[in-house]
């Protein structure tokens, strides 16, 4: 059976380096701030708000939540990302995606500072993950995929690595960010031919492809690093990754479970770009 | 024997199409304008500029070249570069790359406009290619490639695409475009452990390691199509690729010669992106 590789501890260890860094901060009169912003009313995202701000508070960070109605306009949706690049307060910025119908991701995403981007939304920091520069921000969901494989002392380097999925917001750039880490990276996705040939020859297999128990056991060779960063809801309501956790875990070598995860390390990541993007602003290292 | 993917063919008919779109623009009043900037007097350059030049003219887009000393400061190197953002005669602006010790490429890509910037320095471009945004620039190498593939119908979707290295200017763009193309893309490099292993699981392999000859026939599937990004010299001092081509020939189903392959092409796809330059920037569809 495999090793579970478990998000919990990870998230754990993080926040104890985090609130021990707030602490320096404060001492220093300094307290980071995060605001998150979200238009509408999308349950998932209310989900993510709520674990967000719980998390970053217990870690010090200093939380708002700006909610705008559903039909909010772009113009006053850019008014408020203004007032925030420019709020001496506020250190992070993170707006929720999928946003509403009348505003345009593509607008927002030059407006928001880079500079306070925590969660790459800016092409700025988007290239710079890209082109391996370590002082923009990763996108948080790969990030905390590359921070349960350090915790856990797995090395990438050289080794076959195959991401399933490859939105903007996970496989192209956490394909960039292994790369940078020295591994041979393939990307598949829905229209790779034999899928599970190419898997297969993953040593470290990391399922971002957004559906439920798509991984099965005949996709996994004896052996493979699983990590699995979907969420999903199974048929019973049950949540579940894109592995087949149950006819996986025989065979892996190591297996993040879903939930318990990935999925319980991204807003600790998210309090620790905060963090990063303060020391950034204030020219604190 | 391979069928030799010929870039001439390539750039000329390509260039016929681009020559007829200047002529149509020409009709309006306008002619597309493109500097090149240089600072020292790097001979790779000094050639590259010359054929540039030679190729974009011949389709009727005014050229000019900024010469710099070597020791150019930033601050001159800079203003040059607003000049040339604000100058309306000029569509597209390619510095030469490398530059010299005391210009920082960080700073210059930031400042150079979006839509002059015909060989993708600015972070702006380099995460439209990434994210698959048509209304960017490439960078001219990787868009050459595409060029050939799709003059041949080389149709990579689903394919087994094997990238060989990761630079910014060739492999990283590179591979993103070919997995907007929905292709199956695996990057390898320096660090890619049984490199022949990986290749020859490539129903396309793209050389672009910049090392002479380095692809042998061990590291070709039989019936490969084999693209030759690379611009090397032999111990003769005769130029030559990345692929050995002797070897090589004999089992791909296709491959590109060097000289007269991909570097054929790359200065007539400078002169359709300073056209698409010009386009954008006057709204013209």
């Known amino acids: 059976m495999a090793k579970i590789l478990d998000g919990k501890e990870v998230a754990a ?15 220093q009169g300094i307290t980071p701030g995060l605001c998150l912003v979200m ?5 998932d995202s209310q989900s993510y708000i709520n674990s967000a701000v719980k ?55 030059y407006k928001i500072s880079p ?31 590359i921070e349960i494989l350090d915790y856990y ?18 496989g192209r750039p956490l394909a960039m960010m292994l790369l940078a880490r020295n591994a041979t990276v393939t990307i598949c996705h ?3 031919r034999n899928l599970a040939e190419e898997t297969k020859k ?8 957004g559906k439920a128990k798509m991984v099965t056991k005949d996709m996994v060779s ?8 979907g969420i999903n809801f199974d048929e019973s309501g049950k949540m579940c990754g894109d592995v087949d956790f149950d006819s996986v875990c025989p065979i892996a070598s190591s297996i993040t479970p879903v939930p318990g995860g990935v999925g319980a390390v991204t807003s600790t990541v998210l309090a620790k770009h905060v963090i990063e993007a303060l020391k950034l602003q204030k020219g604190i290292y």
């Open 13 to 27: 260890a993080l926040k104890d380096e985090l609130v021990a860094e707030v602490d320096r901060l404060r001492k």
């Open 39 to 43: 238009a509408g009313s999308r349950p």
């Open 55 to 109: 998390r970053c508070s217990s870690i010090g960070i200093d939380c708002r939540v700006k909610k705008l109605p559903e039909d909010v306009t772009q113009g006053d949706f850019l008014k408020i990302i203004d007032d925030l690049n420019t709020d001496p307060k506020i250190n992070g910025i993170m707006v929720m995606r999928p946003l509403p119908q009348y505003i345009s991701e593509n607008t927002i995403k």
């Open 115 to 145: 500079e306070k981007d925590v969660d790459c939304l800016n092409p700025i920091n988007v290239s710079k993950v890209i082109s391996g520069d370590d002082d923009g921000f990763a996108p948080c969901t790969p990030a905390a995929v």
């Open 153 to 170: 002392g797995i090395k990438v380097e050289g080794k076959r690595t195959v991401v399933i999925g490859r939105s903007m917001v996970v």
């Open 190 to 192: 829905t229209r790779t």
């Open 202 to 209: 993953g040593e470290i297999l990391i399922a971002a492809a």
């Open 222 to 229: 004896n052996g493979a690093v699983v990590i699995d960063v």
